[in-house]
């Protein structure tokens, strides 16, 4: 998958197989002219033209459509031979307020070999969950269309502006977002994508209007689990929040939950004074009471959540920590405490977790998160040594999507060590990644943190 980057951006390809579903929107007419796009040849002859390589500028009907009513775009019959985008989007940007806006596309470029797509067009939409290259896209219609026209093989638009065009966001279901930038391609009465690009600041909407929220402050902090899960027996796991405000003045918060067990990721804002501290006795039910549809049946729930403070934050002053614990049968809790991470502390090569135990008063279990700062999957290899430096086995791989978290309970008992570390290594993807143990005491099940060390 090639990925391009401009300003806050990620590029995610996506390629014509997938289809797309789009949102019934009011009819509007842009309220200024947009700017014609230029036209470049990349060295396959346009239909109808005897020259190859000459640039030109042409005047495809560049108007923003009002969408037809809800439906399912249907996937082109066959899937690529080639995976990634075969009409592909570079340089992606985007603006608004209220129901007005516009978005601009440095190139719109055809990489196919032969023949001349369909009519193409471009708008913004918005996703519940990050979209998945290759799979069908469930969008609501943020904006008009921009219709740059057809596009010949080896050939590409530059320089695309939609001027200023209707936003429809005051026909957005409340909730949170993602927000894309979509290409699509006509095949008939069909419109399949062949790209996206997901933008990194994230959109909150009431029901009447939307408002963008960043979630890539420098200050942003990684709360590597929260649950809600029921356990053997008894046990009943939830995680505690605490929160505390030393920036010197009152802070807009905005809570990001990733679902890996279970569903419901989203976002939730938070207002906190100056010097206030907040702690939340369970961070699941309160997300729940906030608006996030996580299912509250007794099912599993659990995932990673970033806290991220308002951009230019100074790290060190708004600070997250977690506790993760059971009630115990006779009354209190047992439990672990963790604290919120910054991006700074996370590995993009290699990193260590030590002080793993498997004896008859200790157990331990290794758990690892995908950052998804560049917005990827990554592969990370995992390999156990004994406490006499020796590997236990064969290294063990897995492929982490975007925020995902994953746990290995007791890795150490299948080969009969009784204390070791693991080393993890990044092998692929771009993504930064945190790993870390808990060591439970295998009468009490009480709790502590190994973090992990660079």
Known sequence: MKRFRSVSLVLLCASLFAPSLLFAAPDESPTTTPRQPTYRNRGIARPGSAAASADRVV??????????ALEIHQSAPSRLANAGCQICMQGANASWSGNSGGFSLGALVNQRSSGTSGTLRLSMQLTSTLPIFGNQITSFQ??????PGALAAGSEFTDIDSGTIQFYNSSIPAGSYYEIMLSEEQAGAAWTYTDFIAFQQQVLCSGNSCRTVSVGSNA?????????????????YTTSLTLT??????????????ASLGTGSGLVPLTM???????????????????????ADGSSQAGALYVVPPSGTEPSTFIAGARTSTPGPSGGSFGVSYPGLTL??????????VGLQQNATQRSNLAVVNWGDQGDSITLSITYIDGNGSPLGAPTSVTLAPNQWLQFNTPLQASGATSGYAIIQ????????????VLNDAVT?????LPMNF
């Open 426 to 437: 990044e092998t692929s993807g771009n993504s930064g990644f945190v790993a870390y143990g």
């Open 273 to 295: 004074g100056n010097g206030q501290q907040l702690i939340v006795p369970d961070i699941i039910a309160y997300l729940r009471q906030q608006g996030l549809n996580i299912p």
């Open 220 to 236: 942003t902090l990684l709360v590597p689990i929260v649950l809600d899960v029921h356990g053997v027996g008894a046990t009943h």
């Open 59 to 68: 005047a495809p009907a560049a108007v923003a459509e009002a969408p037809a």
């Open 245 to 258: 405000n030393l920036t010197g003045g009152s802070v807009q918060v905005v809570l990001d939950y990733r």
């Open 445 to 449: 099940s009480d709790g502590s943190y």
């Open 344 to 353: 700074y502390q996370a590995s993009y090569a290699t990193a260590y977790v």
């Open 142 to 147: 943020q904006s008009a269309y921009y219709v």
